[in-house]
């Protein structure tokens, strides 16, 4: 039933396995109101491409901030609050969301990632900034080009999997506002 429900969304193999060899008038009839749409093609190549512009842009942009101690972490900081608030806050007002119009596409609708993982990728790292904070804060050592580079694509992958394509879009956006102001 699973698969039959899922319709042209489940794998070829699957889907096979309920064709029968020979045409039967005894076929389970097609039940196309019930399978999710797949996106259109086009939008994987929106989020591959769109994705990769996050991860560069996010990089250069926590690159831009290090020019004075704490400032990339800061941002960094504050970057990882957004990303795991907006993991977290469907969880808070479940009961209280707003629906997405009837017009607006699903495949642009919520988080990709789960708060788990979402913590899972950015906990190690927001750990080990708050450990180095002394150092940078003391003078002691700065980030440079490596680790603020490093920082802002990790941030940037978390974006990456936690935004929806809108938000990624929005998001690439205005970082290539930032940098664009900033370069000018």
Request: with cysteine; aromatic share 8%; proline share 11%.
């Amino acid at each position: 039933l699973g698969v039959w429900i899922a319709g042209d969304a489940a794998p070829a193999l699957l889907r096979a396995l309920l064709e029968p060899g020979a045409p039967s008038s005894v076929s389970l009839p097609p039940l196309p109101d019930l399978a999710p749409k797949p996106p259109p093609e086009w939008v994987g190549l929106v989020r591959v491409l769109t994705s990769a512009a996050v991860i560069a842009l996010a990089a250069n942009t926590l690159n831009l901030f290090d020019l004075r101690p704490l400032r990339a972490l800061k941002v960094f900081g504050l970057g990882t609050a957004l990303l795991l608030g907006a993991t977290f806050l469907p969880l808070f007002a479940a009961g209280h969301r707003p629906a997405l119009p009837a017009w607006w596409p699903a495949w642009l609708g919520g988080p990709v990632a789960s708060p788990a993982n979402a913590v899972a990728l950015l906990g190690p790292a927001l750990a080990a900034a708050l450990l180095y904070v002394p150092l940078e804060a003391r003078r002691r050592a700065m980030l440079g080009d490596t680790g603020a580079n490093a920082l802002g694509a990790l941030l940037g992958v978390a974006a990456c999997a936690i935004l929806p394509l809108a938000g990624l879009v929005f998001l690439a956006a205005a970082l290539a506002a930032v940098n664009w102001y900033a370069e000018s």
